[in-house]
């Protein structure tokens, strides 16, 4: 009985969670595996791996994956390299260190789209936008980011979103940190840049692996930057997995190729997600 009730009274809850992950898991496998349109929801024949085939074919696949790739390494970059410079500048005593925190922390609150919507009409327009002013103060032409650099305008719209969760995990790790060791240091006249590699980059070592590994499952299914901003364009050149199967989904109507899309970007994120969990085990382990 010891063993049963407790079990009885978790099987609830655990029933409905497995229904709640399984049921759309084979349902998309089903559709992957047909041809089902969405203007033709009569037509359903079996095809079986053809989906597959005509997704992975798609002139906009090889783009899609490298600007995947380039998104997910240059904002995990940029949000680790700053996020430690920008911990390790506010864990240094100062003036209204509290408020700044909270500052450098409400960007991470700001919703996708929201956070779209501000750096294409107020930082990015080439005609109004805050770089704009810049480029005409000091004499140069203004850009138009999102139809010269399109994937980089995104990279910038996701790490300024991101960097503040990389922050908080290092101020929160710096707050541990062992000061009489860094005393000693000092003390022995070790310098800042020595302090730096031998005491704050090992002792930050673990929290590195975990923002890299979150950042990582969660950034693989930007969206919402991509599609307010530059619709993927121009041509393929923002185009990421996640919006290729939007277009084949709902551009193209297409539910079974996209069904196909969204299993083959869940083998992508367990592949990376594997991946990671061992780095993260290894790191945790030393």
């Known amino acids: 009985m010891k063993r049963t009730l407790p079990r009885l009274l ?3 809850a655990v029933s409905t969670l497995f229904l709640w ?3 759309p898991l084979v349902m998309t496998i089903y559709f992957s595996l047909i041809q089902f349109n969405l203007l033709q929801p009569d037509q359903s024949d079996f095809i079986g791996l053809e989906n597959y085939e005509y997704f992975m074919t798609d002139p906009s696949f090889g783009a ?3 600007n995947t790739l380039m998104l997910l390494g240059s904002v995990i970059g940029i949000t680790v390299v700053f996020g430690v410079l920008i911990a390790l500048l506010v864990n240094e005593p100062l003036a209204g260190r509290g408020l700044v925190r909270i500052l450098l922390i409400s960007p991470f609150f700001v919703m996708p789209t929201v956070n779209a919507l501000l750096w294409k009409n107020m930082m990015m327009n080439p005609i109004y936008g805050v770089f704009a002013q ?3 103060f000091f004499g140069a032409t203004p850009i138009d980011w999102l139809t010269e650099v399109p994937l980089f305008s995104v990279i910038l719209m996701v790490s300024w979103q991101w960097l503040p969760f990389a922050t908080l995990i290092f101020m929160t790790s710096l707050q541990s940190m062992d000061r009489e060791q860094l005393e000693a240091s000092r003390m022995d006249g070790a310098n800042f840049f020595q302090q730096f590699r031998y005491l704050y980059i090992p002792h930050l070592g673990r929290s590195v692996a ?3 590994m979150i950042e990582l499952i969660f950034l693989l299914s930007v969206f919402a930057e991509i599609y307010t901003t530059t619709g993927g364009g121009p041509g393929d050149a923002s185009t990421n997995v996640a919006y290729l199967i939007f277009k084949q989904a709902l551009l193209n109507f297409d539910a079974g190729v996209a069904s196909a899309g969204a299993l083959f970007a869940v083998v992508l994120a367990n592949i990376v997600g594997i991946f990671m969990i061992r780095m993260v ?6």
Do not use: C, Q, R, S
């Open 10 to 12: 978790m099987a609830p």
């Open 281 to 286: 085990g290894k790191n945790l382990d030393k």
């Open 134 to 136: 810049v480029w005409i």
């Open 64 to 66: 899609a994956i490298m």
């Open 210 to 212: 975990v923002v890299v």
């Open 21 to 23: 992950m399984i049921v």
